[in-house]
């Protein structure tokens, strides 16, 4: 069966810092991986899509960046946080033949001060 | 570009009692996908039901069920006989029919809470 993976659960950073948050997908091969981000009580909002190694997709202009080296793994990045970088950031992938269905990662609380 | 809309912040019902929590959503495409996500206070997204707009029949899963309303654009969510595990922020999705590289749009998201 497949599985997602993402780490850590839980960050917290000082502004300036760089970041990097890791998402691995097992059980499957080719998969789509998304990177979405929630702000506090409100809806996901795409950051990043990726349909195979070193595509990606940017839908909104910011300060982060995203890369896919291998098949089943996607990293968010960032060189320098800023404060409005704070947010419950989610991955996902879907594949197998239905790519209209996601299954997301359990997520992973980034507060930046 | 798709906009997905659920006008209820919050809404809440007595267990065993029946719910629906409403979304519209604004495209052009003629072929997509709709979708009812669960967020409970875990924060992990579990997909509730999926919808093809090329099928009039609305899609069921056992308490839940959907209201699909293709030329109105809507795409409401009945849960039956609720239950307090299903008390979660709800979200409509959108997602066009492309075969790769395809997005999930979402609504701001609709908070249930179930009384006992």
């Known amino acids: 069966s497949q599985t997602i993976h993402q780490w850590p659960a839980t960050l917290v950073q000082p502004v300036g810092s760089p970041l990097s948050l890791e998402c691995t997908v097992e059980?499957?091969?080719?998969?789509?991986l998304y990177w979405y981000r929630q702000a506090a009580g409100r809806g996901l909002q795409l950051l990043f899509y990726s349909v195979g190694i070193g595509q990606i997709s940017s839908e909104v202009p910011q300060n982060l960046s995203a890369s896919r080296p291998q098949d089943r793994q996607f990293i968010l990045s960032s060189k320098k946080l800023l404060l409005s970088d704070s947010g419950f950031y989610l991955c996902?992938?879907?594949?197998?033949?239905?790519?209209?269905?996601?299954?997301f990662g359990s997520g992973t609380q980034l507060s930046v001060l | 570009a798709q906009t997905v809309t659920q006008s209820q912040p919050e809404m809440s019902v007595q267990e065993a009692e029946t719910v629906t929590l409403s979304c519209t959503y604004d495209?052009?495409?003629?072929?997509?996908?709709l979708f009812w996500y669960k967020q409970p206070p875990s924060r992990q997204m579990i997909l509730v039901i999926r919808q093809e707009a090329y099928k009039q029949q609305n899609a069921t899963e056992n308490r839940f069920s959907v209201n699909f309303q293709k030329a109105a654009k809507s795409f409401s969510l009945k849960i039956s006989d609720s239950q307090l595990g299903d008390t979660a922020m709800y979200f409509c999705?959108?997602?066009?029919?492309?075969?790769?590289?395809?997005?999930?749009?979402f609504g701001e998201g609709t908070q249930l809470t179930v009384n006992p």
């Open positions: 495209t052009s495409e003629n072929n997509y996908y």
């Open positions: 059980g499957t091969s080719n998969p789509n």
């Open positions: 999705a959108f997602m066009t029919g492309e075969t790769s590289g395809s997005r999930l749009t």
């Open positions: 996902a992938w879907s594949g197998g033949g239905v790519r209209e269905k996601l299954f």
